[in-house]
């Protein structure tokens, strides 16, 4: 009863609120944001990494730094935070290899396919779509990621780029006008 | 307001009323405006089924890393130098020691006494950290207390996506076995006939290595069909309780990105399973969904509807 009633007092607290337990090492404060936050961030760094072993590798180390590094959290929004982590570990983590080599390979000949028909054309539409991401200007694509894989609000977004939200907004929607631009004979193709 | 304004709010649901009747009549007169919004919301609707939606998270490697650091949280609070704690704990914990000693003397006596006696056995399923990949020091560095290495030793993906370290070896022959997965049914467990001269198991062989690498490139179209693939084979050769965890993961992956033939396809085949095991009433209400999936699709809907009669 007494724990029912402590996990409901933490899931009303704030990101924000609930750091300030974690920085005082209580463990149901950090399992509490780390559920509100660990599919978005695993998502995030498959996306940004593009290999999940990789991925898994990022995800890990970002779950631990937010712990260690727990004092170098001095206060504005938690997401903001936490993603500026989650980016600066990924990006490390696709430098060194070179993942998008990986990312924008074709399938094989030779690769096993489906017997049947699953391969319609939406399948053909979003794997050019991740491909058109990776061709992205790594501006526009960070900031495109953070939305769509981060689920991040646009003044989150700004925070954690260092930038202004007019600025935030401007660069995500210029990112899908490129993808538009990478997309359109699938698109044509598609309506026809 | 400019048009690039209206598309944008548009495409994020944002729209004041006014600013709805500005684009709805630019909408109407502006073919170009007209075929942006066409297209800008083609991609808005393969960007958010590519949110994690679209993502199959593996649970068990996200828990196992949950359960590290808090009880990394937990050491660091009651254990660690200089950590909290009243006169009475720190007593307490000063003679830990003398119980682990007994206990490790204990196991290790009837551990010896075990290997003697019994053949090597199979290695435990217990879920546990993922090893780093041994690519990136500089991660490893800073992930040490995450995940402990072994020898380096490349992981391989597996069907659950569960994360693996070394894991304590019941007996000396396991403990020099490299982690790799020595048997390409081990990801299956129980599934049957392992023979490469079948060619049931040399296709699953060849799916589960496709598998593999599609997740490795994160293409999760095809990460979903070959699921569904690998859910039709597991059933065939005879693995029924593993070809509905492999359809269904199918099906799921499939809504998430929108892939409604995929999801119509998958889930008619979790009917034939639900079949298969007696259960009518559920086999029954797949094949009802997967003809309404393919409706929608507008693809052909026989097969299902023969099944359903």
Request: hydrophobic share 35%; charged share 25%.
């Amino acid at each position: 009863m007494a724990q029912k009633v402590k996990n409901t007092i933490y899931s009303d607290q704030s990101d924000e609120e609930l750091f300030l337990l974690v920085q005082k090492q209580d463990e149901e404060a950090y399992r509490t944001l780390y559920r509100r936050y660990s599919k978005r961030l695993y998502a995030y760094c498959l996306r940004v990494v593009g290999r999940r072993d990789i991925a898994e590798d990022a995800f890990q180390t970002v779950a631990m730094i937010i712990y260690e590094k727990r004092d170098s959290f001095t206060g504005g929004k938690f997401a903001s935070w936490l993603f500026t982590i989650a980016r600066h570990t990924c990006i490390k983590a696709s430098q060194r290899q070179q993942h998008t080599n990986v990312m924008t390979t074709v399938l094989e000949d030779n690769e096993v396919l489906p017997a049947d028909d699953g391969q319609s054309a939406d399948v053909f539409m979003s794997e050019a779509l991740q491909k058109a991401i990776v061709k992205l200007q790594p501006d526009f694509r960070e900031a495109l990621e953070l939305r769509y894989m981060g689920e991040l609000s646009y003044e989150e977004i700004a925070s954690a780029l260092g930038i202004s939200l007019s600025l935030a907004k401007v660069r995500v929607f210029r990112a899908k006008q490129m993808l538009q631009e990478y997309m359109k004979p699938y698109i044509e193709e598609n309506q026809e | 307001m400019t048009n690039e304004e209206l598309l944008a709010k548009y495409l994020e649901n944002s729209l004041s009323e006014s600013e709805q009747a500005e684009f709805n009549k630019l909408s109407n007169t502006s073919p170009e405006f007209a075929r942006d919004v066409r297209e800008l919301s083609k991609i808005e609707g393969f960007l958010q089924a590519g949110t994690i939606a679209g993502s199959v998270v593996p649970e068990d490697f996200i828990a196992s890393v949950e359960n590290h650091v808090t009880e990394k949280i937990h050491h660091d609070k009651y254990h660690a130098p200089g950590a909290g704690g009243n006169a009475f704990t720190k007593v307490l914990s000063a003679f830990w020691i003398v119980p682990v000693l007994l206990m490790l003397g204990v196991g290790g006596f009837f551990l010896l006494r075990n290997t003697d006696h019994q053949p090597a056995q199979s290695q435990t399923n217990a879920p546990v950290l993922k090893e780093n990949t041994g690519t990136d020091n500089s991660l490893k560095d800073q992930a040490t207390q995450v995940a402990p290495q072994d020898n380096g030793s490349q992981t391989e993906a597996t069907h659950q996506q569960a994360p693996k370290e070394n894991i304590a070896a019941n007996t000396p022959d396991e403990a020099t076995q490299p982690e790799t997965i020595r048997n390409p049914n081990e990801l299956l467990g129980t599934t049957k006939n392992t023979s490469p001269a079948n060619p049931e198991a040399a296709a699953f062989d060849r799916t589960r290595e496709a598998l593999n690498t599609a997740r490795a490139e994160g293409n999760k179209p095809r990460e979903a069909a070959l699921l569904k693939q690998m859910g039709m084979l597991t059933a065939k050769m005879g693995n029924i309780a593993e070809a509905r965890i492999y359809l269904n993961d199918a099906m799921n992956l499939a809504r998430g990105l929108h892939l409604t033939t995929l999801e119509a396809e998958s889930t008619g085949e979790l009917g034939l399973i639900f079949k298969k095991e007696g259960n009518q009433t559920a086999a029954a209400e797949s094949f009802k969904k997967a003809i309404e999936l393919l409706k929608t699709a507008g693809k052909p809907t026989e097969r299902w509807e023969k099944e359903l009669q």
